[in-house]
């Protein structure tokens, strides 16, 4: 199994800031997946990405795969209280047995009004 | 159309006890996993089954044991119950058997005691 390394581990700031975060591994991911999740409640998939040097827009969230497919990030421009949660990026293992989402430990993103 | 369902939304046990938790897919969906969760980390992965068979198991003990029934639904059954087991238990649905993307119930929190 892969590892997901997601930095940083906690975020606060103001609302009207700019963010990224970071989700890294030594491995190739033939995808990766982003999720928000809010507190009691399950992960939202946010979107994947597929293609080496993708980037995707989801409105003010900017989504990139990195070219060598072993890295993403997920910028937030002008973050806004609803924003926040626990934002995971994972991968889909399939094969050996254990098929399923692996996910990083996440990042916990709080913006203050 | 209805999301994925779990029930119940909480749930307070005493260690040794048993528990056996539901999920019900989004329409369509054959794919169920589930995932462990606990406070402040990602989701890890449990069991997948597509078309009523077991097709990953993720790195949990005996004591974990799922099925899946011909409406798709499934239940996951945790025994002799450790207080390391409180946490939140989420049920994902996809369509496929490789689960590129999941969308996920609220989840069940489980309280050991």
């Known amino acids: 199994t892969q590892l997901l390394e997601q930095s940083p581990q906690f975020l606060s700031i103001q609302e009207g800031e700019n963010l990224t975060v970071y989700c890294n591994s030594s491995?190739?991911?033939?995808?990766l997946q982003w999720y928000r999740q809010e507190p009691g409640e399950g992960p939202v998939l946010l979107v994947t990405?597929?293609?080496?040097?993708e980037v995707k827009k989801l409105k003010r969230l900017t989504f990139q795969f990195g070219d060598a497919r072993k890295d993403s990030s997920l910028h937030i421009t002008a973050a806004q209280p609803g924003d926040t949660g626990l934002y995971l990026c994972a991968y889909s293992y399939s094969g050996g047995g254990a098929d399923g989402l692996t996910f990083g430990k996440g990042t916990h993103l709080i913006i203050q009004p | 159309d209805a999301g994925v369902t779990q029930s119940p939304t909480h749930l307070i046990k005493t260690r040794g006890q048993q528990v056996t938790l539901r999920c019900s897919p989004i329409?369509?969906?054959?794919?169920v996993s589930w995932y462990q969760q606990v406070l402040g980390q990602g989701p890890q992965f449990i069991f997948q089954y597509y078309e009523k068979e077991e097709r990953g198991r993720g790195n949990f003990p005996d004591r974990f044991s799922a099925r899946q029934f011909p409406n798709y639904s499934s239940e996951l059954n945790v025994n002799a119950l450790l207080l390391g087991d409180s946490a939140l238990y989420l049920c994902?649905?996809?369509?496929?058997?490789?689960?590129?993307?999941?969308?996920f119930g609220q989840g069940t929190r489980l309280t050991v005691v």
């Open positions: 990405v597929v293609t080496g040097g």
């Open positions: 994902a649905s996809s369509l496929g058997s490789v689960v590129n993307e999941a969308f």
């Open positions: 491995s190739v991911f033939s995808s």
């Open positions: 329409s369509g969906h054959k794919s």
